[in-house]
């Protein structure tokens, strides 16, 4: 019953910015390491961000100094704000339960970054 629905994506031209949710449900979201991954055109998915339960952060190399993730336990929700946003980061974002995914992954949201 793990569900995991992500939304916020959307067109953006470069420097622009976007806050991605993820709603979670199903298991223990207060006590798991959540992230956010990325999966562009013909690459491999990467982790981008990662949160623990006490709220510690981790970032790729790629997005630190513009992107922040936080969550809401109370909501069960999982966020990432990205701002000064480049065309590489066009892609579909998922969260999921970091360093140890579930086998399910939502839908994902398409974030296009475009002139």
């Known amino acids: 019953q793990v569900q995991l629905v992500e939304s916020g994506g959307g067109l953006v031209q470069p420097g622009g910015s976007l806050r991605l949710s993820c709603a979670a449900s199903?298991?223990?979201?207060?006590?798991?390491?959540m992230g956010w991954y990325r999966q562009a055109p013909g690459k491999e998915r990467e982790l981008v961000a990662s949160?623990?339960?006490?709220?510690?952060?981790n970032y790729a190399d790629s997005v630190k100094g513009r992107f922040t993730i936080t969550r809401d336990n109370a909501k069960s929700t999982v966020y990432l704000q990205m701002n000064s946003l480049k065309p590489e980061d066009t892609a579909i974002y998922y969260c999921?339960?970091?360093?140890?995914?579930?086998?399910?992954w939502g839908q994902g949201t398409q974030v296009t970054v475009s002139s």
């Open positions: 949160i623990t339960f006490g709220r510690s952060t």
């Open positions: 999921n339960r970091a360093g140890r995914n579930f086998d399910y």
């Open positions: 199903g298991f223990t979201f207060s006590g798991s390491v």
